[in-house]
């Protein structure tokens, strides 16, 4: 652009100098240089006006996404809950005197050495994982410098307080939210959230947001992208003490929609412990009315057994699934599906594998089979570059919005404005791709002016629509849950 205004300079110089030097200048030449001089400005506008990639899709997504036919105005949610304390990941290991070393995955932290090691880990991965930390007296030494550390800061927490507070923005919608509630996290809480007084309690718990950006590094390591490292000593959460409550108090509160998450806090509670206390969560979450849809909204998770079970029991009594790539592959290699053989992601995940996965999970332990007796009959799949809504054909409705929804809320807090700022984000999706990498499948063009692609495999349906991620993001903790949130909003269950 800065070429076609110097030369509109210049050229505008060159007229007056031969037109004062020699009046007798040819007026057909002048003329031409006139005429050329328009034709340059003209040009330099129409420049200046052409929208980016990221201006088109941002404005198709305002057309596509509108309003399910019946929304839902109660929704009960929980049972994880907290407050986080994020800082920067690498200051706050260096305030603890810890030096930089070489990533190792630890399943459980019981030193700082394990934190140190797995925080690298995932660092060089620019990936995000939660951990539980054992010792709880190292746990609060740290948590108390975290507090303490120069620029720390307080926010709600816990998958089920968060998407909470993302559905409570939408007036329409009154939330119960049941999990551990102490003062702080009580004082931080949306003004239309419904507490139960049995989940109040004299104190908080408090998870640890190690947040680092693309670019920073630490010894040897760097981040090629911006994420976090969570990390607690949570036993209210791991044992998810308020499952009880929370489903006793649907009675009266009468949900449309239920949200539950949490399950991935037993997992560092030990084998013995997990075991008992998910028989217990199946049989109350099977006591939810079955005309009442159930999201289940995942997490880290390292223990395939433990992964296995909540596949076998838990999977096939809720209707809809959130979770993001590190989940999605951690499920196929803990039932030996699709792309299994894959120690992780390199770089942004293929489609055609992403999709052949939400397939199976569907055909596993979903209802493909219309004479099957699971419910599960919605994915909702996200990752920095694009996210993807898997629906059974017949149970979901308006699922362009809700996958749109979901993308444009991804851009924009990511940024923390309120709407998408074309000058702040950057498309990062593949504008062409395989629906499969295990069949014959076909091949997708991204078109920004309808941004959201369709295609089906079997009786299932799936919709992909890119993120336009955020240059410089100011806080990535609780971007799926905001995603999975929205995406819920504008979903609607289909009439059986």
Excluded at 124 to 144: C, L, N, V
Aim: hydrophobic letters at 40%; aromatic letters at 8%; charged letters at 20%.
């Amino acid at each position: 652009m800065w070429r076609q205004a110097f030369a509109a300079v210049l050229l505008a110089v060159s007229i007056g100098y031969f037109y004062q030097s020699s009046p007798a200048f040819p007026e057909l030449a002048v003329r031409y240089l006139t005429t050329s001089l328009q034709s340059l400005s003209s040009c330099l506008q129409r420049s200046s006006s052409t929208a980016t990639i990221e201006q088109t899709i941002s404005s198709a997504w305002d057309t596509l996404i509108t309003a399910p036919a019946t929304q839902w105005t109660r929704v009960a949610v929980g049972v994880n809950t907290c407050v986080d304390v994020v800082v920067t990941g690498v200051g706050l290991l260096q305030a603890l005197a810890v030096d930089p070393g070489t990533g190792v995955d630890h399943e459980v932290l019981h030193s700082k050495e394990d934190l140190k090691e797995t925080f690298i880990h995932y660092m060089e991965k620019g990936a995000a994982a939660e951990r539980f930390y054992s010792d709880k007296e190292s746990f609060q030494r740290i948590a108390r410098a975290a507090s303490e550390y120069p620029g720390a800061q307080h926010f709600v927490g816990g998958n089920a307080a968060l998407i909470g507070q993302k559905l409570a923005t939408n007036p329409h919608v009154t939330v119960l939210l049941c999990g551990p509630v102490g003062p702080k996290l009580h004082e931080l809480l949306a003004d239309q959230i419904i507490v139960p007084a049995e989940s109040l309690q004299v104190t908080d718990e408090y998870h640890l947001i190690l947040e680092y950006k693309a670019g920073d590094k630490w010894g040897s390591s760097q981040a090629p992208s911006a994420n976090r490292f969570i990390f607690s000593h949570d036993t209210s959460n791991g044992e998810m003490s308020a499952l009880e409550t929370f489903v006793g108090s649907m009675e009266e509160f009468q949900p449309q929609l239920v949200v539950l998450s949490g399950l991935h806090m037993m997992e560092g509670q030990g084998r013995e412990l997990w075991e008992e206390r998910l028989k217990e969560a199946v049989v109350t979450i099977s006591d939810i009315p079955n005309e009442v849809p159930i999201h289940l909204e995942l997490a880290s998770m390292t223990d395939t057994d433990y992964m296995n079970s909540i596949m076998q029991e838990v999977l096939p009594i809720v209707n809809s699934i959130g979770l993001n790539e590190q989940e999605l592959l951690f499920i196929s290699q803990a039932g030996l599906g699709p792309h299994s053989q894959l120690p992780s992601w390199s770089g942004v995940p293929d489609v055609g594998q992403v999709s052949d996965i939400l397939l199976w999970i569907l055909k596993q332990h979903g209802r493909t089979d219309l004479e099957s007796e699971a419910d599960l009959t919605r994915i909702h799949f996200h990752t920095l570059a694009y996210h993807i809504l898997a629906t059974v054909d017949g149970f979901w409705a308006n699922q362009v919005s809700a996958v749109s929804a979901g993308a444009r809320v991804a851009g924009s807090q990511a940024c923390g404005t309120q709407e998408i700022d074309v000058n702040r984000v950057v498309l990062k999706a593949p504008l062409e791709f395989h629906t499969s990498r295990d069949e014959p499948g076909q091949t997708m063009t991204l078109n920004p002016s309808e941004p959201v692609v369709v295609w089906h495999r079997e009786n299932v349906s799936f919709y992909l629509t890119p993120v336009l991620v955020c240059k410089n993001p100011l806080r990535t903790v609780g971007l799926g849950d905001a995603i999975s949130a929205e995406g819920l909003l504008y979903s609607e269950m289909a009439e059986q």
